[in-house]
């Protein structure tokens, strides 16, 4: 079995996850797809990369090259339109069909029928038959059903109210019915404009969970079985039907784990070391369930929340060595959490500070917020 060491991984990932061209979609196939959770992650990762605000909004919203999508363990992702039909099929579609028995119940739930959901989602969809790029605001002044307040949690100290557009919405998007274009507001904001979705290619979902462990594997292997598992929310069986489809190649790994690589793909990763400055829940840091490779254990606690999110961090050469956070003025402040060389300080300072020149008039703050990014932004 061949072994690759954490210093051939760490130099995989710095080779793979900066490409020489920076166009937007260039960027997020090699990364497999953008997290768009927090709608900043999704520029500052393309930003980190070299890459460009028009370019990546000409792909988001004027040429389509890039969709925003849910994907993997329920996430919203952005993902070049061509893997479209392989995300659906081998994940999204699981998730929106637990999506519309949940609507379906939530609407029960609330004193309403299954026929009235029907004549509301029917309404809705002929709506933006007629228009598009419109709100759900914009919708429920054609659709009065969308604007219905649902209680949830009756009689709990959380009790409150749902929109009946926010759980539709999302199910029709997760069947791939609507598509999410420009948001309403900056490109901070998460609340989206929607329109009709292009039809979806189909494809048979074993095919379609080989191919994106394929994908997985190009970006982001050697990994282990139990981080393909993490990444793309399936099941254990699922995870090894995919590697065995494509017979996958078993590599060790320091630890003594066994991981994965595309059959060939065990040569070394050619290029120099260079200096980057990701965002929080960039797709690099959260390629894999083990992170311990690319990040000191020690400093874990410092750059994640608790439920596993990372904050803003300092790459070099494939590894984390420090963190970033943006001040109340919009000053970028940083803390080195590694010993590197002066030419990594220099570079990594370059890299600030081109980040903190694009920053410059935007403040920023992480959805999922840790504790050194609490800290420096104090």
């Given at each position: 079995m061949k072994h690759i060491d954490t210093a051939e991984r760490r130099a995989r990932l710095a080779a793979r996850h900066f490409p020489a061209d920076t166009s937007a979609e260039a960027i997020t196939s090699s990364l497999v797809a953008l997290h768009s959770t927090d709608p900043a992650s999704v520029y500052l990762s393309v930003i980190g990369r070299g890459g460009t605000e028009t370019g990546l909004e000409a792909a988001l919203y004027e040429q389509r090259s890039l969709v925003r999508m849910a994907g993997m363990r329920r996430t919203l992702f952005v993902v070049p339109a061509g893997d479209v039909p392989v995300l659906q099929a081998s994940t999204t579609s699981a998730i929106a069909a637990k999506e519309r028995k949940g609507l379906t119940q939530f609407i029960v739930d609330g004193g309403f029928t299954a026929q009235w959901l029907a004549e509301v989602e029917g309404g809705t969809l002929a709506a933006l038959r007629e228009t598009s790029d419109v709100?759900?605001?914009?919708?429920?002044?054609?659709?009065?059903?969308?604007?219905?307040?649902?209680?949830?949690?009756?009689?709990?100290?959380?009790?409150?109210?749902?929109?009946?557009?926010t759980r539709l919405m999302y199910t029709l998007s997760a069947e791939g019915k609507v598509v999410r274009g420009r948001p309403r507001g900056s490109?901070?904001?998460?609340?989206?404009?929607?329109?009709l979705a292009e039809p979806i290619a189909e494809v048979p979902v074993a095919e379609a969970q080989a191919a994106w462990v394929r994908r997985w594997l190009e970006v982001f292997g050697p990994g282990t079985e139990a981080d393909i598992k993490w990444w793309t929310g399936w099941t254990l069986t699922a995870v090894r039907k995919a590697l065995g489809a494509l017979g996958a190649e078993q590599v060790g790994l320091d630890g003594g784990t066994v991981g994965y690589v595309l059959p060939g793909?065990?040569?070394?990763?050619p290029g120099p070391k260079r200096a980057a400055v990701l965002p929080a829940l960039d797709p690099t840091p959260m390629g894999w369930q083990e992170r311990g490779w690319y990040l000191d254990p020690a400093h874990k606690a410092e750059l994640f929340d608790r439920t596993g999110n990372i904050g803003p961090t300092i790459w070099w050469g494939g590894e984390i060595v420090g963190g970033w956070a943006q001040r109340g003025d919009g000053e970028v402040a940083y803390r080195l959490l590694a010993t590197v060389d002066k030419a990594a300080v220099k570079a990594i300072e370059a890299e600030l500070g081109r980040v903190g020149a694009w920053l410059a008039g935007h403040r920023v703050t992480p959805r999922f917020r840790t504790p050194l990014e609490r800290e420096l932004s104090a």
């Open positions: 709100t759900a605001s914009e919708l429920g002044d054609r659709v009065p059903g969308l604007k219905e307040q649902i209680p949830v949690a009756v009689g709990k100290p959380y009790e409150t109210k749902q929109g009946v557009s490109w901070l904001s998460g609340q989206y404009r929607w329109s793909d065990t040569e070394p990763a």
